[in-house]
């Protein structure tokens, strides 16, 4: 049996606010890998990447999920939306749990990102087209990673937290 609910996607596909809300019917906590690392760092994830670099923040990443594997308890996890990038991450991601890639088009997230000024990776001349790209190249590795594939460009979240701990459920009695 895998034991925490691991979420993935692109950024802007709703991980924080989904695993956030399906927590609290699961009973259990909830972690959000960016915040986590921003309170270690004491840095925004912006600072981080003016400050240290992307390489450095994508270590930070690892460690984050090494960190993650010590816990007992089953926990929610929303991962950042370049984690499953690398391939060791995707071999940790693997043993920490149950993994629900939420899936959305890239012009639902450019609707819902276009304001944003806190992903460090959007901020250039055209993030419309950014976004399309960075999409089209992680969507195999997400699908790779993901146990279960939810679409979210409807974004109902009452049905979606149903289905997600429908999913989960099923795992967790092994279905
Ligand atoms: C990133 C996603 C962000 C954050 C960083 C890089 C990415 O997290 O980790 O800005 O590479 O997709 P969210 O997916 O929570 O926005």
Not at 35 to 42: A, P, R, T, V
Not at 120 to 143: F, G, K, V
């Amino acid at each position: 049996m895998k034991s925490h609910l691991i979420l993935i996607g692109y950024m802007g596909s709703g991980k924080s606010t989904l695993g956030c809300a399906v927590s609290y019917p699961l009973q259990q906590c909830f972690i959000d890998t960016d915040k986590w690392i921003e309170q270690k760092e004491g840095l925004t994830v912006s600072e981080i990447f003016a400050t240290h670099g992307e390489a450095y923040f994508r270590q930070k990443e690892t460690d984050c999920l090494k960190a993650m594997l010590l816990e007992c308890a089953p926990r929610v996890l929303a991962l950042g939306g370049g984690t499953p990038l690398r391939a060791e991450n995707r071999e940790l991601i693997k043993k920490l749990g149950f993994t629900v890639y939420l899936k959305a088009e890239p012009d639902t997230i450019y609707e819902r990102l276009k304001d944003d000024t806190t992903r460090p990776l959007l901020q250039c001349d055209n993030p419309r087209e950014r976004i399309r790209l960075m999409i089209a190249e992680r969507d195999p590795i997400y699908r790779e990673a993901a146990d279960f594939i939810l679409r979210v460009d409807d974004w109902d979240l009452r049905r979606l937290v149903n289905e997600l701990q429908e999913a989960y459920g099923h795992e967790i009695a092994g279905d």
